[in-house]
């Protein structure tokens, strides 16, 4: 099952130096989902070849525009293209009163259904659940409300042994895959670990953008595959970040290190900064599976980069 | 005195085939007016090579997204860069409701002074003046209430000729500039002809876009020096135009012929079509001077480009 993260835009605040602002595409099995909109993400998805009506549901973490301004163009874009597939949106409060007042305004009544739901910012609530994965937030710290996601695939049934099937009945075949034991007519009992493989370990992704060093992270986020992680700044500007409720390099590895993640990606590149090698650098002091984000690059969820 | 066009965008309400939506830059001499900004307009100004700082005035023409979703962004940008200098927003009143909305959710106090005027769309009403240029609204037929602007230099004063500089005595030269005739002492009457030249021509600049045909403006586009007109469709497609509220080309051509305006330039062109060339070819049918805009490029005012 493919599990794969392409970041669209890898930049902050000020778009500059070929890096756009925040947004992400999530491919869970083919369902596409879109993790923030900043300006121009439309463009960017085209650029990644996206046919946007497989986009099933978009998260938008937080009010600042960098996050959510693209979001009217890309609906536009969807209504003008024929989309007739619902399309959920979750988000602050704040972004439903945006979104509707803009389609209100410009007397759009889009052709496809546009299902919002309130984002309640506080780690472990469920945000959505299907029968592949489950998301929930994760309660950032910032200058306003801002809720990250942890998106985890489901644990799967125990796949039978091929050379065990013939013994295992029809009927007790689900019990089996569930993990159950098998009692034979005669009373013996044959464990379910003689019958059974080990079911591929479920991933995980979590995105943390934008958020101040928040350690209190650290046990929703215990072993996840993949962390997305904002690093607005390098460590000399650790007060600038303070004060601005962003993270360090060095921060978001201490992060990543703490809750032993696979893979730490680093985005949200501050516009003062040419090139992020030396965050790269920062973190790597830290946490060694560290690499930085790109435009268009995809990461493979469950992969494990290795450190440089 | 610079007087200049760039059209930034000259795609319609989707993006695609290279083209951005609409977005125009008015170099007056070296003060500058945007007009619309659709989604990445900041980018465009970007690889323009423009100082933001440089805009004084934005004219939002009305409330469908490819003419405005790109100004939040570009506030935000301008804010962050610093900007103190106040900057003037004249659009439809929904526009107002729709940027202070969002400046609020964002939590954003930007640092310089934004200051909107409603416009009425209605031909002929002042919008803005200063000493070198008026800018008048133009009643667009469109789905939403929409306002063109017209931009037109103020009448010049008359230069003394060098040549009898010495006859006009100075307290006299602001009456003669202004077109007296010059009584002498004496009594005998010098003719304003024999000491002035005739200053240049005020120049002229009108943007159409979007509009159905919409023959009423003609006696306001009369003589305009260079003239933008939206041309979404080709002759085939004027049922199209019809019900959508756009141009067709040649009805772009016709509207510049019975306006006998300088040059005419044709722009934000419906996705379907990959290139412009017949939209070009339908219009100098009508009228030869004629010309495609295009990303990025620039056009004079007043100078007058050839038919093809």
Chains 1, 2 share one sequence.
Request: proline share 5%.
């Amino acid at each position: 099952l493919r599990f794969e993260l392409t970041t669209l835009g890898t930049g902050a605040a000020l778009p500059a130096r070929g890096r756009y602002p925040t947004a992400q595409l999530l491919n869970v099995g083919e369902e596409l989902y879109l993790i923030d909109c900043g300006e121009g993400t439309q463009e960017r998805l085209r650029q990644a070849g996206v046919n946007f009506n497989r986009i099933r549901r978009i998260f938008i973490s937080h009010m600042h525009g960098d996050h959510y301004l693209g979001l009217m163009g890309l609906l536009s874009s969807m209504h003008l293209q024929g989309r007739t597939r619902e399309l959920h949106l979750h988000g602050p409060q704040d972004l439903n009163e945006v979104v509707r007042l803009q389609l209100r305004v410009s007397e759009t009544y889009l052709r496809f259904p546009l299902h919002f739901e309130a984002v309640r910012a506080e780690s472990g609530v469920l945000l959505w659940r299907d029968d592949r994965v489950s998301v929930h937030a994760l309660a950032l710290r910032h200058r306003l409300t801002c809720a990250g996601v942890l998106v985890r695939e489901h644990e799967q049934l125990r796949p039978l042994r091929k050379d065990k099937l013939f013994i295992v009945p029809p009927y007790r075949r689900a019990g089996v895959k569930a993990g159950d034991d098998l009692v034979l007519d005669d009373g013996t009992v044959v464990p379910n670990s003689e019958l059974t493989e080990d079911p591929p370990k479920p991933r995980s992704y979590a995105y943390c953008s934008d958020t101040a060093y928040a350690p209190e992270l650290v046990p929703f986020l215990e072993g996840v595959d993949l962390l997305y992680h904002e690093s607005t700044f390098t460590e000399a500007l650790a007060a600038r970040a303070k004060e601005t409720m962003h993270s360090t390099a060095r921060q978001a590895a201490t992060i990543a290190r703490d809750a032993r993640v696979g893979t730490l990606v680093l985005g949200h590149f501050s516009s003062r900064y040419k090139s992020a090698d030396q965050m790269l650098r920062e973190a790597l002091e830290v946490f060694e599976a560290t690499v930085l984000s790109d435009e268009g690059a995809t990461f493979t969820v469950g992969q494990r980069f290795p450190g440089r």
